[in-house]
């Protein structure tokens, strides 16, 4: 990696903590600075500059509530921008504490809220992460010697967010931006998918990020939580009814935990949480990127394209797409995730091909190759694509539907009406993954499901082997009538691709896993019941009344191929992922008693005019 040695500074509004990078051909000097936002308070910055450039430079800008460390003299980052590639081309580069996070004064706040630009962005006195990127980048351009006056932004995860909100009412100098991973909306992004939470990557994530902060820090509030065990499964069983979770460990502590608690229901709070609706006059080039299996912010990713396609039509938008877990775009080649292979090293592609060339384009000018409007990694054939929309205009709506006999019929009806069913215990609920993980795992959305289609409370439907490949491309709509004994009842409804019993395993799969008839998750998701007709206005179930309820999953592109089957799995518990559903209607999840929790008869119906099918995008074979 880099060498490093010291250099000393002094300039206007800087800390005079300098150090300079030698890498390469190119050696970075480090200043910590702080830039006054609009009410006063200063967040810190470090910018990273290369010495002795020949030409004006753009400028890179990220905002995170995660640390721009390492703080002080002669420390810099390991890799300087989005990657490596960045440090060996020559880019003026900016990390900044958000407001109350590490070094930056101010009050943190979960997810700003946006505030309307009145009159405009740039006088308007009440301030959100837009107005601080504005102020910033104000700051910037004047104070940064060498900068060409142009100004990117990317991030990923929590800081996509900040690079999505930060380009709502656009500075004129941000010519480019990159939201990779960004919440979206924080109902569905990380803790609620359809108003289920998802319980360990909630718990984990706010018991050490979720402190306070009161004073400006180098270091994050608080010890990290100790579970006592490495099985999650055992944890969260023992931990009882949610709120044990303030009564046992967090004892009120972690405010973002306590609104949780308050608005279990979509109301104001998380209204006014959701950016999608202010994504207008964005920058001019966008490229949201996203990952296949990202288990955190896929809704995000997804929708915050979908926003800006729909909102701001002057915007060049376009969208990447590949097989990866959270972030892994960024690090890693990107060959494997668990079990799935690849073919390819799919990160490294995306580091080269795309981002570094939409930047260059963008910011220097550089005649780097147009990007398509969707950039997407096919799973299943492994091979990347390019479309003029996303989803494909091409797409032609098909329905799999359930069958008797647990067969799954592929743009077809069920032969006879009936019924499937099984008992649903919330005291001895599904696992999400065969593995011992505290955690939500980063490999589950490819984990091979045999271990779940064993179990009596797991109803699975199969078709007959594909004759041909099968492609589908975008969201996929599971619409089901179904009924419970109980008065509340989660559904999960997983899409799995059934590989043949002859399949050769790949040299570097695991030896406890054996690829022949292996049923690797495509595509899962789940509804909490009782938000079947409105996630503000919850409504208990009628006891054994058949109900229609639709499970809207996220988008794919694979191609089932010629000999596979397509199986469709549906539960009710899926532990510990989610939280348990009492299964009896309690205004308040987070309040519910041990006693509410009871087993429950659940029925799957088909056939009729209580169909059950999934309503699918299928894209025509080529040639």
């Not at 999505?164 to 990380?190: E, K, N, R, T, Y």
């Not at 080649?333 to 384009?361: C, I, M, N, P, Q």
């Not at 147009?370 to 096919?378: D, I, K, R, W, Y």
Request: charged share 25%; net charge negative.
């Amino acid at each position: 990696m880099s060498s490093r040695l010291h250099v000393s500074l002094t300039l206007p509004l800087a800390a005079v903590v300098c150090a300079s990078l030698a890498h390469a051909d190119l050696k970075y000097t480090k200043r910590e600075v702080k830039i006054p936002m609009r009410d006063g308070t200063q967040l810190f910055t470090a910018l990273y500059e290369p010495e002795g450039a020949t030409v004006d430079l753009p400028i890179l800008l990220c905002r995170t509530p995660y640390s721009v460390g390492p703080y002080g003299e002669g420390k810099l980052k390991d890799t300087i921008g989005p990657s490596e590639l960045f440090e060996q081309s020559g880019w003026i580069v900016a990390y900044q504490d958000v407001r109350g996070c590490y070094l930056s004064e101010g009050q943190f706040v979960d997810v700003r809220p946006h505030v309307p630009h009145t009159p405009d962005v740039q006088t308007c006195k009440a301030i959100d992460e837009a107005t601080d990127t504005y102020d910033t980048i104000t700051w910037l351009v004047a104070n940064v010697a060498k900068n060409n006056g142009k100004v990117g932004m990317w991030g990923i995860s929590y800081p996509g967010f900040y690079a999505a909100a930060g380009m709502v009412d656009a500075h004129p100098a941000l010519a480019a931006v990159s939201p990779q991973a960004p919440i979206g909306d924080w109902w569905f992004d990380d803790f609620h998918h359809h108003g289920a939470l998802f319980l360990p990557h909630a718990f984990n994530f706010l018991s050490g990020f979720g402190r306070a902060r009161p004073e400006p820090t180098t270091s994050r509030p608080g010890a990290r939580f100790q579970h006592g065990t490495k099985d999650g499964y055992a944890f969260f069983l023992r931990m009882g009814p949610l709120s044990n979770a303030n009564d046992k460990y967090f004892h009120g502590e972690i405010a973002f935990w306590n609104d949780l608690v308050a608005h279990p229901n979509y109301d104001a709070f998380w209204e006014e949480r959701n950016l999608l609706p202010d994504l207008k006059n964005v920058a001019p080039a966008v490229m949201t990127v996203g990952g296949w299996y990202d288990a955190e912010d896929l809704y995000g990713a997804l929708n915050v394209y979908r926003a800006i396609e729909r909102q701001d039509t002057d915007a060049f938008n376009v969208l990447v797409m590949g097989p990866w877990a959270h972030g892994g775009w960024a690090r890693g080649d990107g060959e494997a995730l668990g079990v799935a292979r690849f073919g390819a090293k799919t990160s490294e592609h995306y580091r080269e091909k795309l981002e570094l060339a939409f930047f260059e384009r963008t910011l220097k000018g550089t005649k780097t190759a147009e990007l398509a409007e969707a950039n997407v990694f096919e799973t299943g054939t492994n091979r990347w694509r390019a479309f003029d929309a996303w989803p494909p205009k091409e797409t032609v709506t098909k329905t799999f539907a359930l069958q008797p006999e647990r067969a799954l019929a592929l743009d077809g009806a069920a032969t006879r009406a009936g019924f499937d069913e099984f008992t649903s215990d919330p005291n001895e609920p599904v696992p999400y993954t065969e593995a011992v993980a505290i955690g939500m795992t980063r490999e589950y959305m490819t984990d091979d499901q045999r271990f779940a289609d064993r179990r009596p409370d797991v109803l699975a439907w199969e078709s007959a082997p594909l004759a041909e490949d099968l492609t589908l491309a975008g969201p996929i709509d599971a619409e089901l009538v179904v009924s419970t004994s109980g008065t509340d009842s989660d559904w999960i409804v997983k899409l799995i691709d059934v590989l043949p019993d002859d399949v050769k395993d790949p040299e570097d799969l695991p030896k406890t896993m054996h690829w022949s008839g292996a049923q690797l998750l495509v595509r899962s998701e789940v509804l909490r019941g009782r938000f079947r007709e409105s996630y503000a206005t919850p409504e208990a179930f009628v006891p054994n009344e058949p109900t229609r309820v639709t499970v809207r999953l996220q988008d794919v592109l694979h191609t089932f191929k010629k000999g596979h089957r397509v199986m469709v799995q549906v539960q009710c518990t899926w532990f510990p992922l989610v939280d348990r559903n009492p299964q009896t209607f309690v205004p308040n999840v987070f309040l519910a008693r041990p006693e509410d929790f009871v087993k429950a008869t659940q029925r799957v119906y088909f056939g009729g005019d209580k169909a059950s099918k999934l309503r699918v995008g299928v894209l025509p074979r080529q040639g």
